[in-house]
């Protein structure tokens, strides 16, 4: 739902015919429950940081999805290019020792 | 509340690129908003999320109409909530759009300068608090039937959106449903009210599933991008299917002499909408399109100092900031 490319700015529309004077876009990341990791649930516009979490709690939590809210404006996030997907996870691939089920314990070691 | 379904163009594309993307889909896999895809794809989905969002957030205008009037409290709340989820179901498909490399307050532009269109279904208007049952019994019941197929969409921001949404239409319809059941077991005056809400809803209705797709080669195209999963005509059985035994549980009559059970094929036969009607609004002729514009074009122009006041605010606390530091 969301764009998590830094190179497509909102404010830097040089491309676009009229200048806009537009909101950035935030990337929103919710903690569904205690103890869970905060996942990306979306994004959205606002002028700010704090205009950006009021601005989730609308969007993203009107049915108790969540008890903590991150927001992080989309351009200063960096990703990976899909064309890297092989050399970049190529390395890990080919380690199949780094799996428990690489090794054979017989059964008379007991559970491990 | 519902994504027309729109044409796509076929475009001269890479054709090895093209094979790769095309794989990719037959596979199931989700296309992502960096990989690569054929600019008819894009152009396709830009228009048809663009165009979904917008029918989210004119959608609001029907029922906004009754939030002052509802007839008690807890029904007032509840409208309250139903057309907030609305404009929350706006926002996520804009954001999906936008990561097709177009922006949210340009696809407004297009909104209001008429370039984009919304769904016809909210040219209609809403006269009687029955009205309220019926959108949601009907509209948001032919919604939740297009969006279900679109969250297996190929594009995974759009399956998302899809997903999230469609969470949230199943109150909408039980509500309206909810309201059609008090007001078809009232008072006679009540239960005629709500029968003539079904009257005036009924094709309008059946016409938000588009115009029958049998000759369209577009649709093709989209059905095998997975942009589309269902033709438009097995969608509206589907829905005429899934409503006839609602409104005979209410007691109330479909306004369709001709609608009859057909046990060979297992399906209700039903009469068409008026299609000349639907162009006639889709072009502009319908009895709210002028209304539904002006208050959109009312808003984006009254709310200007507000979305440039917090932007100026923002921009002066983050001036300080720096010199702060
Ligand atoms: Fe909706
Ligand atoms: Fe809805």
Redesign the pocket.
Known sequence: MSSVNPGALPQSDEAQPKKRNEWPLWEVFIRGQHGMSHRHVGSLHAPDADMAIRNARDVYTRRNEGVSIWVVEARHIAASSPSDKGPLYEPSESKVYRHPTFYDIPDEAGHM | ?YAQMIQSEATAEDPDKLAAFEARIAAGEKIEPKDWMPAGYRKTLIRQIGQHAHSEIVGQLPEGNWITRAPTLERKAILLA?VQ??AG?GLYLYCAAETLGVSRDELTEMLLDGRMKYSSIFNYPTLTWADMGAVGWLV?GA?IMNQVPLQRTSYGPYSRAMIRICKE?SF?QRQGYDIMMKMAFGTPAQKRMAQDALNRFWYPALMMFGPSDKESVHSAQSMAWKIKMNTNDELRQKFVDETVPQAEYLGLTVPDPDLKWNEERGHYDFSEPDWSEFFDVLKGNGPCNADRMEARQQAWAEGQWVRDGLMAHARKRAARRVAAE
Request: glycine share 0%.
């Open positions: 509340m139903k989820d609305e179901h948001d919604a239409e909408h």
